[in-house]
Nanobody, 128 residues
Framework: QVQLVESGGGSVQAGGSLRLSCEVS????????MGWFRQAPGQEREGVAG???????NYADSVKGRFTISKDNAKNSLYLQMNSLKPEDTGMYYC??????????????????????WGKGTPVTISS
């Protein structure tokens, strides 16, 4: 059974940092493309960062230079380091995995439509 469990969310002030983690079980993370997605109240889900099976990465324009996605295949885990956080980064953050994706860019640009498995999310609140 495939499971993804996120952790690391919380409440911080603008300018602060958080590191999200996603523990994977039931499959090898190295065999899947993965991504981080977020959804703010009343808004559509959006792609934040993606990584393909070859560890190429891609980011939404709104987080480029501030967020870093990484995957540790040995630990079967996905991470999102978030720096210089802004109030508009507030939302529920989800980790997801897909059996197939043409590129990390597509993972982000399709906002999760290509993902097959999802975690339950971890909340992030950034205060000004």
């Amino acid at each position: 059974q495939v499971q993804l469990v996120e952790s690391g969310g919380g409440s911080v002030q603008a300018g602060g940092s958080l590191r999200l983690s996603c523990e994977v079980s039931g499959y090898m993370a190295s065999e899947y493309c993965m991504g981080w997605f977020r959804q703010a109240p009343g808004q559509e889900r959006e792609g934040v960062a993606g990584v393909d099976k070859y560890l190429s990465t891609n980011y939404a324009d709104s987080v480029k230079g501030r967020f870093t996605i990484s995957k540790d295949n040995a630990k079967n885990s996905l991470y999102l380091q978030m720096n210089s956080l802004k109030p508009e980064d507030t939302g529920m953050y989800y980790c997801a995995a897909g059996r197939w994706c043409p590129s990390a860019r597509v993972v982000v640009d399709t906002h999760g439509r290509m993902m097959d498995y999802w975690g339950k999310g971890t909340p992030v609140t950034i205060s000004s």
